[in-house]
C-alpha cells in the first residue's frame, strides 16, 4: 500500500484521435470519483510543465505510446512525480494499462492500493575540445551512430578512465535497464529486470570487432570517444540527433534523478508480458 492520491493531470498525445478522445473519458471517469483536483492538457502545453514544476499533482495519468510514456518520464522526474498511463500506441513495454481495462485500476490510485517501481536514469554530457556543449538526462538509452553515409565509425569505450573496448560499428549503445527493451534489445543485447540499476553497453553492427553486450554497476562512468572522417551523431531517448566530429567524446553515468512509475501489479508481470511482446509484434 502506497500514499492515497487525490490531485491528478491527465497527459494525452496530442496527434493520436484515440488519445484525445479517450482524455475526456478517463476525466469523466475521475470526476465521478470525486478527485480533488484534475487537469487535462496535450503533452505539448506549457500549462502541463508549470503544474508538475509547481507540484501542484500527486500524479500524472500518460494517454499515448511509449514516446508518451518516455515524455512524460523526463517532465516528472525532477519533480519526483510518479506516472502511470494507458498505452494507445504500438508496444506499451513502460505501460501497464490497455485501453479496455484501465478502468479497473485507476481508482485504486485513491486508495493507495498501487506499488512504486523506481527505474534508474542516466546523465550524458557531449564534449568537444574539453568544453561541455550539452547534457541530457536519459530514460531509455544515449546512441553514438554513424549519420546519413553508410560507413562505420571508430568508436572507443573507458569505464572509469581505462580502456573496455574499441570497436568498427554502425553505432554504440548505452542504455539503462528501461532501455534494455528498447534500442538495445533490436540489436540483441540482454534483457534486464526493469528495477536493476546498471548501465548496458551494446555495439551496433560490429564489424569484426568487439561484440558483446557489457553490463556495468551503477555507480560506472562510461567515456565514448568517435574517431571518424564521416557524420556522425548522438541521440538521447530518440530526440532530435546532435552532430559529432573527429575526437568528440560523450560521457555516460548514472543520474541522481529516477523515474517513479506507478504499478498495479506485482513484480512478475512484466515477465509474463515478455513472450506477448516478443512473438506479437503488432508492427510487423
Known amino acids: 500500500m502506497e500514499k492515497p492520491l487525490n490531485k491528478f493531470a491527465i497527459a494525452y498525445h496530442p496527434d493520436i484521435a484515440e488519445a484525445v478522445t479517450t482524455a475526456r473519458i478517463v476525466e469523466s471517469f475521475l470526476q465521478e470519483q470525486g478527485v480533488s483536483l484534475l487537469l487535462c492538457y496535450s503533452l505539448k502545453d506549457?500549462?502541463?510543465?508549470?503544474?508538475?514544476?509547481?507540484?501542484?499533482?500527486?500524479?500524472?495519468?500518460?494517454?499515448?505510446?511509449?514516446?508518451?510514456?518516455?515524455?512524460?518520464?523526463?517532465?516528472?522526474?525532477?519533480?519526483?512525480?510518479?506516472?502511470?498511463?494507458?498505452?494507445l500506441?504500438?508496444?506499451?513495454?513502460?505501460?501497464?494499462?490497455?485501453?479496455?481495462n484501465w478502468q479497473n485500476y485507476l481508482s485504486y490510485l485513491q486508495t493507495g492500493n498501487y506499488r512504486i517501481e523506481k527505474r534508474m536514469m542516466l546523465q550524458a554530457t557531449h564534449f568537444?575540445?574539453?568544453q561541455s556543449l550539452e547534457s541530457w538526462q536519459v530514460v531509455?538509452?544515449?546512441?553514438?551512430?554513424?549519420?546519413?553515409?553508410?560507413?562505420?565509425?571508430?568508436?572507443?569505450?573507458?569505464v572509469d578512465e581505462y580502456?573496455?573496448?574499441s570497436y568498427v560499428a554502425d553505432g554504440l549503445i548505452a542504455a539503462t535497464a528501461t532501455g534494455s527493451?528498447?534500442?538495445?534489445?533490436?540489436?540483441?543485447?540482454?534483457?534486464?529486470?526493469?528495477?536493476?540499476r546498471n548501465i548496458l553497453v551494446v555495439p551496433v553492427?560490429?564489424?569484426?570487432?568487439?561484440?558483446?553486450?557489457?553490463?556495468?554497476?551503477?555507480?560506472?562512468c562510461v567515456t565514448i570517444t568517435v574517431n571518424t572522417n564521416y557524420d556522425a551523431v548522438c541521440s538521447a531517448d530518440g530526440r532530435e540527433a546532435v552532430k559529432m566530429i573527429d575526437n568528440d567524446i560523450v560521457k555516460v553515468s548514472a543520474s541522481n534523478l529516477n523515474v517513479l512509475f506507478i504499478r498495479f501489479h506485482n513484480a512478475g508481470f512484466f515477465y509474463r508480458n515478455l513472450n506477448r511482446y516478443m512473438k506479437q509484434n503488432p508492427s510487423v
Open 140 to 158: 531509455n538509452e544515449i546512441v553514438i551512430c554513424r549519420g546519413q553515409q553508410v560507413k562505420p565509425i571508430r568508436i572507443h569505450a573507458s
Open 205 to 220: 553492427a560490429p564489424h569484426l570487432s568487439f561484440d558483446r553486450a557489457v553490463i556495468l554497476s551503477e555507480g560506472s
Open 89 to 100: 500506441g504500438t508496444f506499451g513495454f513502460l505501460f501497464e494499462l490497455e485501453r479496455n
Open 46 to 87: 506549457k500549462e502541463l510543465e508549470e503544474a508538475v514544476r509547481a507540484k501542484t499533482i500527486d500524479a500524472l495519468i500518460v494517454l499515448g505510446g511509449d514516446g508518451s510514456m518516455l515524455r512524460a518520464s523526463q517532465l516528472c522526474a525532477p519533480a519526483g512525480i510518479p506516472i502511470t498511463g494507458i498505452n
Open 128 to 130: 568537444r575540445d574539453g
Open 163 to 165: 580502456p573496455m573496448a
Open 181 to 196: 527493451t528498447a534500442y538495445a534489445l533490436a540489436v540483441n543485447g540482454p534483457i534486464m529486470p526493469p528495477e536493476t
